[in-house]
């Protein structure tokens, strides 16, 4: 029976190459896969899914306003074997409804890759509905500086310190997040710490 699975972790997990491996097993296997990943991802492209070590590959963009379940129903069905989402914490909770109606009505398993927490630690709208939905959640684990395993997201400023305030999406990598433990993330705000970003001399 296929199932809605939901694997998220930290910036730096290496989430997307792990997408992009998934959909290479699958077609190694003579399956066809249906890479999405929702608009507001921009970083690589409109339509390209490029991992930090080099991996990349088309992929179907979803808007905020895309019924993916109709979608499915009227150009994959019949011709998709997997649903691999990248970014996943950008779609709307409908758009989750919507993957979980067709693993439900369509034995076609979803396999969702993203963020579990924004800035501030709180639940991307998309993430927090997979976590009330999907079927499997698994954690992929990245570590902080210090060696602990990281869960935040922490957003660096022009000048190195964390921010605490601001719009949720605001698109960027190394050059404007680093993963921290929620220890290092508590110290960096009290202290008001200077944060090295990874790839900065």
């Not at 077609?27 to 390209?48: F, H, M, Y």
């Not at 950008?90 to 398993?109: G, H, K, S, Y």
């Not at 927090?128 to 400023?157: H, Q």
């Not at 601001?166 to 960027?172: I, P, Y």
Request: proline share 2%; hydrophobic share 35%.
């Amino acid at each position: 029976m296929a199932k809605l699975y939901f694997k998220y972790g930290a910036m730096g997990s290496s989430k997307t190459a792990q997408a992009l491996i998934t959909k290479y097993n699958y077609e190694e296997n003579g399956l066809k896969v249906w890479l999405l990943k929702p608009s507001a991802d921009t970083r690589d492209g409109q339509d390209i899914l490029r991992s930090r070590i080099g991996l990349e590959a088309r992929v179907e963009v979803a808007t905020p306003d895309s019924d993916i379940y109709t979608r499915f129903r009227q150009t994959k069905k019949g011709c998709c074997d997997i649903i691999i989402v990248d970014e996943c914490q950008f779609l709307t909770p409908e758009q989750i409804d919507q993957l979980r109606a067709i693993v439900n009505d369509f034995d076609i398993p979803v396999i969702c890759f993203g963020l579990r927490t924004d800035f501030q630690t709180k639940l991307f709208p998309g993430s927090r509905r997979l976590m009330e939905v999907a079927d499997t959640f698994d954690e992929i684990k990245t570590i902080c500086d210090c060696g602990n395993k990281a869960i935040i997201n922490a957003r660096i400023d022009g000048n190195g310190y964390i921010v605490t305030e601001g719009a949720q999406v605001v698109l960027g990598g190394n050059d404007s997040y680093i993963a921290m433990c929620h220890r290092c993330y508590e110290t960096g705000i009290r202290e008001h710490k200077v944060i090295k970003l990874h790839g900065q001399n």
